[in-house]
Nanobody, 117 residues
Framework: QVQLVESGGGLVQPGGSLRLSCAVS????????MGWYRQAPGKERELVAR???????NYADSVKGRFTISRDNAKNTVYLQMNSLKPEDTAVYYC???????????WGQGTLVTVSS
C-alpha cells in the first residue's frame, strides 16, 4: 500500500503560478512512475504530467511549456510547478503512483486549483 497526500492548491489569478506537492508514504525511487492528473467539472480525469523512475517525462499538450513535474527522492515528494495559469486549468488535481506499470494505480485525495479573476 502507498498513501499520497496532495497540497498547494488554491485560488490564483490568470497568469499566476502555483506549486503542488505530493507526499508519498514510501520511497519514490522504488515506484515505476508518478503522475499528476486533473478533473474539471463535467470533464473526465486527464493526465497532466508523468515522470518515471528513469526520469522519462510526459506532459499533456495543454500544459506543455507551462507546467513542470519534478521529484525529490530524499523527501519522497513529487511536485508540479504550474506557471502562466489559465482559467481552463481550474480543476481538482490528483497525485498518482503507478507502482509497477502493471495497472496498480494509487491516488491521493486531490487538491483544488481555481484560476479566476
Amino acid at each position: 500500500q502507498v498513501q499520497l497526500v496532495e497540497s498547494g492548491g488554491g485560488l490564483v489569478q490568470p497568469g499566476g503560478s502555483l506549486r503542488l506537492s505530493c507526499a508519498v508514504s514510501r520511497n519514490i525511487f522504488s515506484i515505476y512512475a508518478m503522475g499528476w492528473y486533473r478533473q474539471a467539472p463535467g470533464k473526465e480525469r486527464e493526465l497532466v504530467a508523468r515522470i518515471t523512475s528513469g526520469s522519462s517525462i510526459n506532459y499533456a499538450d495543454s500544459v506543455k511549456g507551462r507546467f513542470t513535474i519534478s521529484r525529490d527522492n530524499a523527501k519522497n515528494t513529487v511536485y508540479l510547478q504550474m506557471n502562466s495559469l489559465k482559467p481552463e486549468d481550474t480543476a481538482v488535481y490528483y497525485c498518482n503512483a503507478d507502482l509497477t506499470n502493471w495497472g496498480d494505480y494509487y491516488w491521493g485525495q486531490g487538491t483544488l486549483v481555481t484560476v479566476s479573476s
